[in-house]
């Protein structure tokens, strides 16, 4: 029982230096991200247009789901400053917090998914190898 306390003021505390630090993802929604045209060098400007709409619209329910992310993340806060057993109010927050950044990261892949099929075969090669490359750069 011991343990099991211990470890949820863990999480807790992990939870809400979370919630007061920025995520490491809201800087590559500022421009730390290349765009791919700067990854890949020989798109069409159908292409260009047809990502930028795919990429557009992924921010958009990103940023709104990142709102919300943050709103629970301020639920989570106050719960946590607040003396006694806080758990009924806590858990379905610890789960709510763990659903949106499900949803977050299934919005993610699934925009890569929509990109990868604009792009042809060497293209995405290109994409891949320039994207390695830049995360080595880190």
């Known amino acids: 029982m011991k343990r099991t306390f211990i470890l949820m003021a863990a999480l807790a505390a992990a939870v809400t230096l979370q919630a007061q630090h920025p995520s490491h993802h809201e800087g590559k929604d500022k421009g730390h991200r290349p765009d ?14 047809s990502i930028d709409a795919i990429t557009s619209e992924s921010k958009e329910r990103v940023s709104k789901l990142r709102s919300q992310q943050k709103a629970v993340s301020d639920s ?12 009924k109010h806590l858990n379905p927050l ?3 917090q763990a659903r949106l950044h499900s949803l977050i990261s299934r919005e993610m892949y699934a925009t890569k ?21 830049r995360g080595k750069k880190k």
Do not use: C, H, Y
């Not at 791919?36 to 247009?49: A, M, N």
């Not at 989570?76 to 758990?87: E, L, N």
């Not at 990109?115 to 994409?127: C, K, S, W």
């Open 76 to 87: 989570i806060s106050m719960f946590m400053d607040r003396d006694g057993d806080q758990s």
């Open 36 to 49: 791919i045209t700067e990854l890949v060098s020989d798109l069409s400007d159908k292409q260009k247009r």
């Open 94 to 96: 610890f789960d709510r």
């Open 113 to 133: 998914v929509r990109i990868d099929e604009i792009l042809n075969p060497a293209q995405r090669q290109q994409l891949k190898q320039n994207s390695k490359r």
